[in-house]
């Protein structure tokens, strides 16, 4: 079979789009809360995996990117709690930036109902796939551009200032990808919640790139070695409503 990544021939390993670090994080008694986009919640022995990359292209996801990607949420040593954000040192960008993009690429590719939301990124695919294939931030045949000037990647840490639901269930939870409109940039919004943080890629459609390129959008990962994650209240959020229902009724359950 075909391996998505190197596009080789091969005999291909089942392969998780969200890395399944994070999905044990979410079992408890080998159960998963998960919250579904303009769908029920549900409470299942959740799993999603296909067939999509060979042993080798496995190998390369792990050791350049998710190894590093899934313990940088979950280093506390780092962190630098304030009321309105928290502070994350000594963060290597670019590699916390392509564990989040090869997330986002591996479920536009995905064959799995759960990721099926994930659309209208096709124009680069094959970019994402050359830039994780290849390590590195320049997309070929693209002139100056690098992927993070066009895929701009936002971070927020969800909460609940009511109280209603505990800090620790928020962080258990888990969502499948959302897609919505991005009005002000006339761009694309995919986001999905893991570890109690909103992940959000922003794609402009309408906007010329030559512009959007150095535009900073609210919570975005920057390039540094440290990084302002926002808390974003769910109440609050127009991406968040879309979930609110579905997380009180999977509290309650």
Not at 29 to 40: A, E, L, R
Request: with cysteine.
């Amino acid at each position: 079979m075909l391996c998505k990544l190197c596009l080789k021939e091969k005999k291909l390993s089942l392969s998780h789009s969200i890395p399944r670090a994070y999905i044990k994080r979410t079992k408890t008694n080998g159960k998963t809360i998960t919250i579904n986009n303009g769908g029920v919640s549900s409470i299942s022995n959740f799993d999603p995996k296909e067939l999509m990359l060979c042993d080798e292209c496995e190998s390369l996801i792990s050791k350049n990117y998710e190894n590093y990607g899934v313990s940088v949420l979950r280093t506390r040593s780092n962190v630098i709690k304030h009321k309105e954000y928290i502070l994350f040192k000594n963060i290597n960008y670019e590699k916390f930036y392509l564990f989040l993009l090869s997330i986002l690429w591996r479920a536009s590719i995905s064959e799995l109902v759960f990721y099926n939301t994930v659309t209208n990124v096709e124009r680069l695919s094959e970019s994402m796939r050359l830039v994780l294939l290849n390590n590195k931030m320049k997309m070929q045949d693209s002139g100056s551009f690098k992927i993070d000037q066009l895929i701009k990647i936002c971070i927020f840490r969800i909460i609940d200032s009511t109280g209603f639901i505990p800090d620790e269930v928020i962080k258990g939870l888990m969502s499948n990808f959302g897609q919505d409109v991005q009005r002000d940039i006339d761009g694309i919004l995919w986001y999905f919640a893991i570890d109690g943080f909103l992940i959000v890629y922003s794609l402009p459609i309408g906007k010329d790139p030559h512009e959007y390129r150095y535009l900073k959008l609210h919570s975005q990962l920057c390039k540094n070695n440290i990084q302002k994650f926002y808390k974003l209240d769910m109440h609050k959020s127009s991406i968040l409503m879309g979930f609110y229902e579905n997380l009180i009724k999977s509290f309650i359950k």
